[in-house]
């Protein structure tokens, strides 16, 4: 099986998004028994992670170091797009814009306190595009 979709989703700016049911819904959809999804974020402001979906104080911690290892009162030289759009750049770059989760029995394999997280680094809401890769049986 080789399957690809796009997914999208709305964001609302400066949010980590659990997206984790959205792709285990596409493996189910498409009956995935084993294999490898991998996930490609098709943008540079925004990213990809696991995280732990128990704590939603874990996300509100990730995003406070974030914004403080990358503040938008930097001087930074790219600044044509706003004070928040470098920032999320450098946001991206110590984040993921792909990940690869594996399959087995139709399942995504994920730890018990794990989730798949869109990153929304930007002030305002975009739309945010995901390429799905399913390879495998």
């Keep these: ?22 792709i285990q ?9 084993k294999g490898l999804v991998n996930l490609s974020i098709l943008h540079t402001s925004a990213s990809l ?5 128990a704590s939603k104080d874990v ?10 290892l990358a ?7 790219h ?3 706003g004070a ?3 920032p999320a750049h450098l946001k991206t770059l110590i ?3 792909n990940l690869t989760v594996s399959v087995v029995s139709n399942k995504l394999v994920l730890g018990v306190w794990q989730g798949i997280y869109l990153c929304e680094w930007r002030k305002f809401g975009r739309t945010r595009s995901i390429t799905v890769h399913l390879l495998g049986e």
């Design 1 to 22: 099986m080789n399957i690809i979709e796009q997914l999208s989703f709305k964001t609302d700016g400066y949010q980590i998004v659990n997206i984790t049911e959205n």
């Design 25 to 33: 819904e596409l493996v189910q959809r498409h009956e995935f028994k």
């Design 49 to 53: 992670t696991v995280q732990e979906n």
């Design 59 to 68: 996300l509100k911690d990730i995003s406070a170091f974030l914004s403080n």
């Design 71 to 77: 503040p938008e009162s930097a001087n930074y030289l």
């Design 79 to 81: 600044d044509v797009e």
């Design 84 to 86: 928040d759009d470098m």
């Design 95 to 97: 984040t993921n814009t």
